[in-house]
């Protein structure tokens, strides 16, 4: 609890019992007993009052502490001072009980975010320096030791770990890292003293990009927030215009026909709705539940950029994936080397190598590793990367060329095709074909049951796009088990394809991308919700999505929108409750049949009971996943 907090909470039981006391002594004297309420009352609202005062003169007028004052100033008025001292004091209760529980969600988020470097150690004169992380440059070697978090994304230049990444991630499992692998910020070194050669500066590392997308996810407010807001800016000044016809127009009306007036009975009535009105429970508990959506989300390593793209995937009921390195590891491995007579494998592998030298495709890695020598990059030139096809280069002074089947047909070079199912490089010298080499991709170990479970969370249909030949996207396609596979396109061919997708989807239904790659940022930024795999994700895709999944993993798509679904439940569930008490409470409370006292509780009752609604949103068991990695 705060130093604020402990503050009102010293308040409320100082009020409670001065005003049990002042209830308990017999005193006939009006005047006198208004004198002792009066203590018990402004210990508990003075600041009420002083908000409602500073409202009024900056015309903020109609807002709860508005209400709050006008009721409990009236009752008081009237002579109602334990009505008006009770409702005060149960609504500053309310308000301490807010105040914990969205402290207490922010709390939970803060700890499961807490991955900001303090510090990165840089070794100076032979010994460890403690340095700002924002100070240090790309391709500076930092020492990260045991139980300390890796500062800034990098690669390991010497020594092996086990990273701790579960605040990035949600995944409990350690990762190994050792020389040559890439490390992202965040993680929790575990064991060994790793020696990194920093990648990115701090400012674009992937803690430092996490850390924003949490911190600005407020901004971007879902329809249901927006409704409240806009409900509560004229729903109040219509209550209070409510009260005031209440309060004057039954006694004028008694008055012109001879009856008694009652004027305070019908301003007791008036005040008791301007406290059942108090939209409290809707304006605090709505943006505490998608708080709390998105908190529950970041555990399980899925950050959410808005409420409002956590409201949109509710109604996901398209998933359009990329497939290498979302469906697929992007992991490639030389599976066949078939050069054409006179040509030996070495000198088929060794041409294709050289020519993808530049590219960073994984295909291109691929290549590189299976060749396995140093490439001397002076017997090269006039290379030139043609998007979607493949690689041209002058090697050793012959024009060679590697890529796909489009490439050969480009430089009007026949190929032959091979028997078993994989992506095709086929290499030609001096516009002759020289053979080709199959690689084959590797499916991540539960996306078939990640494809499963998004269709058993509603998802309608489960595209796959893909640049690879169709021979290759239809087997990977039936072994995961996707409704329909696009293949052989280009970059701009994703973007038409998902175009076509949206025009034929329904107007309510939202439809997701899932991508990781550069080329997937125009059909992220496309789609109605782009979701990006992170941890391994290119930069330009993690800003164009409105979703990054940080642990690459496929079955967390099915996840947020089993979150997301469980967050929009719970709004509409508070909602509909609160809205269904206040509007009966305020017709039973103007014919007279509730007093002060159920006033109280259509207001703060209702709105500990929403809290409390809301503050479920934080947690979400995802059984399925949790049996994965027991088994993992």
């Not at 470097?117 to 930092?142: C, F, K």
């Not at 793209?309 to 979302?326: I, N």
């Not at 291109?364 to 493949?390: C, M, N």
């Not at 795999?533 to 895709?541: E, K, N, Q, S």
Request: proline share 3%; aromatic share 6%; net charge negative.
């Amino acid at each position: 609890m705060t130093r604020k907090q402990k503050k009102v909470l010293i308040r409320i039981i100082l009020s409670a019992v001065l005003t049990g006391v002042c209830c308990l002594i017999p005193v006939e004297h009006s005047y006198i007993r208004l004198g002792m309420f009066m203590i018990p009352y402004l210990i508990i609202g003075y600041d009420i009052l002083k908000k409602a005062f500073l409202g009024i003169i900056h015309g903020e007028v109609f807002d709860e502490n508005f209400l709050m004052a006008v009721a409990t100033v009236g009752a008081i008025a009237l002579g109602e001072y334990v009505e008006g001292t009770a409702v005060m004091l149960f609504y500053q209760i309310g308000e301490l009980f807010q105040s914990y529980a969205v402290g207490k969600s922010r709390r939970n988020i803060t700890a499961l975010m807490d991955i900001r470097p303090d510090y990165a150690n840089i070794e100076q004169d032979g010994e460890l320096v403690q340095v700002d992380p924002d100070e240090v440059a790309v391709g500076t070697v930092i020492i990260v030791q045991p139980g300390e978090k890796v500062p800034i994304d990098g690669v390991v230049i010497s020594g092996s770990s086990s990273l701790n990444t579960s605040a990035l991630t949600g995944e409990s499992l350690p990762r190994e890292a050792g020389e040559g692998d890439e490390v992202i910020s965040g993680c929790v070194n575990m064991s060994g003293v790793l020696r990194i050669r920093t990648s990115k500066v701090f400012g674009e590392s992937t803690v430092s990009r996490i850390l924003d997308l949490v911190e600005n996810s407020s901004m971007k407010k879902s329809r249901s927030e927006n409704f409240i807001t806009r409900f509560a800016r004229y729903y109040t000044p219509a209550v209070c215009i409510g009260a005031l016809a209440l309060a004057v127009l039954p006694p004028a009306v008694n008055m012109a026909t001879g009856n008694p007036a009652e004027w305070s009975q019908w301003i007791i009535r008036a005040l008791t709705t301007l406290v059942i009105s108090c939209p409290c429970a809707l304006v605090i508990s709505i943006p505490l539940s998608f708080f709390g959506g998105i908190g529950g989300a970041s555990a399980k390593g899925i950050l959410v950029k808005g409420s409002n793209y956590l409201e949109a995937l509710s109604r996901t009921t398209y998933v359009v994936c990329d497939k290498t390195g979302t469906l697929t590891k992007g992991v490639f491995e030389v599976a066949e080397v078939e050069p054409v007579e006179g040509i030996s494998k070495e000198e088929l592998l060794e041409t294709a190598a050289y020519v993808e030298n530049y590219s960073n495709h994984p295909i291109s890695k691929s290549l590189k590793d299976a060749y396995g020598k140093t490439i001397d990059s002076t017997r090269l030139s006039d290379v030139q990367e043609i998007s979607g096809h493949g690689v041209t280069a002058v090697l050793d002074g012959r024009r060679a060329a590697a890529g796909n089947g489009k490439l050969m047909e480009q430089l009007q070079i026949a190929c032959r095709k091979p028997e078993k199912t994989g992506t095709q490089v086929h290499v030609a010298v001096d516009g002759k074909y020289a053979g080709y080499i199959l690689i084959s991709d590797v499916v991540k170990p539960g996306a078939k049951e990640a494809v499963a479970e998004m269709k058993a969370a509603g998802v309608k249909q489960v595209v796959m796009l893909t640049g690879d030949a169709r021979n290759v996207a239809e087997a990977v396609a039936e072994e995961l088990g996707v409704d329909m596979v696009r293949s052989e396109l280009l970059p701009a061919d994703k973007v038409s394809e998902v175009e076509t997708l949206l025009d034929a989807k329904g107007s309510k239904e939202k439809l997701a991308f899932v991508g990781d790659g550069i080329n997937d940022a125009p059909v992220l930024s496309r789609a109605d919700l782009g979701i990006a795999m992170g941890a391994l994700g290119a930069d330009a895709a993690i800003e164009a999505a409105d979703i990054v999944l940080m642990d690459d993993d496929p079955a967390k798509i099915a996840t947020a929108i089993g979150i997301s679904r469980k967050t929009l439940r719970i709004v509409h569930q508070n909602i509909v409750f609160a809205l269904a008490v206040k509007f009966a409470c305020l017709a039973l409370g103007a014919v007279g049949t509730l007093n002060m006292w159920w006033a109280i509780f259509a207001d703060v009752g209702v709105m500990i009971i929403a809290v409390l609604n809301a503050a479920r949103a934080l947690r979400y068991q995802d059984k399925k996943m949790d049996q994965r990695h027991k088994a993992a």
